[in-house]
């Protein structure tokens, strides 16, 4: 994998070339909004729904500097309905997160608020289709994460689990802000090798596509850089063989 791979794609056909060529795809907003034609400005309207997320009481590195919900659907792809599943844990093996793995962890369910707005059925219907074209399955089992990282305090870590896979079939992880920070650099590197790329996600609503089978991703450390001292993330998973549980 190259940083020629890594491509900026123009349409979801060329997204999903991107996916199967190289295992990612990097989508700034304005292609964000026309491949999975939602609004930006629709999207912008959940972004107060950040503010409010509570703190993470799971953090096995001590830190403080984690906020987050989290809740579950089910697509299926043949009605092309999305449907909220009652609130459950979220779990991952020791296999993919060597921190936090073999935990259930229950995070408060995202505000009813932003699950009722037509944006973001849309935008996660449209994921669920996307990759869809590129691993045909009947439905997706979907597990959606609005993550803040807050550096106010110090050091904030938006991987603490290093660079990992998280046992799905598809990652989508969409920056929603990013306020008075340095470093956050994005790195994915090829699952079975030494290639990969870095980069740094600024403009919100900028949203990198993974295959998790190809590629493992991590984050670097933010640092606080001016007043607010913030980086907002929405990170979406696609499964296609039931919720991870123990």
């Known amino acids: 994998m190259s940083i020629a791979n890594l491509n900026l794609t123009a349409s979801s056909r060329d997204a999903a070339g991107a996916l199967r060529e190289s295992g990612c795809a990097l989508l700034p907003p304005q292609q964000l909004q026309s491949t999975c034609a939602v609004q930006l400005p629709e999207l912008d309207a959940l972004r107060a729904s950040w503010e409010r997320l509570p703190r993470d009481a799971y953090l096995l ?13 089910i697509h299926e792809l043949a009605g092309n309905s999305l449907q909220l599943v009652a ?41 669920g289709n996307l990759f869809a074209t590129v691993r045909a399955v009947p439905r997706w089992y979907v597990e959606a994460h609005q993550f803040r990282i807050d550096s106010s ?11 990992h896979r998280d046992g799905v079939d598809f990652v989508a992880v969409i920056l929603v802000n990013r306020s008075d920070v340095s470093g956050g ?41 001016g007043a607010r001292g913030l980086r907002d993330t929405l990170v979406l998973t696609f499964r296609a063989d039931r919720f991870q549980a123990p």
């Open 185 to 225: 650099e994005t790195r994915v590197f090829d699952a079975h090798g030494a290639a990969g790329v870095r980069f740094t996600m600024v403009e919100p609503w900028t949203a990198l596509l993974l295959d998790d089978a190809q590629v493992v991703h991590e984050t670097t450390p933010i640092q606080k850089a």
């Open 61 to 73: 590195d001590g830190g403080r500097y984690r906020f987050r919900r989290h809740s579950c659907f």
């Open 153 to 163: 305090e110090g050091i904030g870590r938006p991987t603490p689990e290093g660079a």
């Open 87 to 127: 609130h459950r844990a979220h779990w991952q093996p020791r296999d993919y997160n060597a921190l936090h793995g073999g935990l259930e962890r229950w995070f408060d369910p995202i505000e009813s608020g932003v699950l009722e707005a037509p944006a973001w059925g849309g935008l996660l219907r449209a994921l």
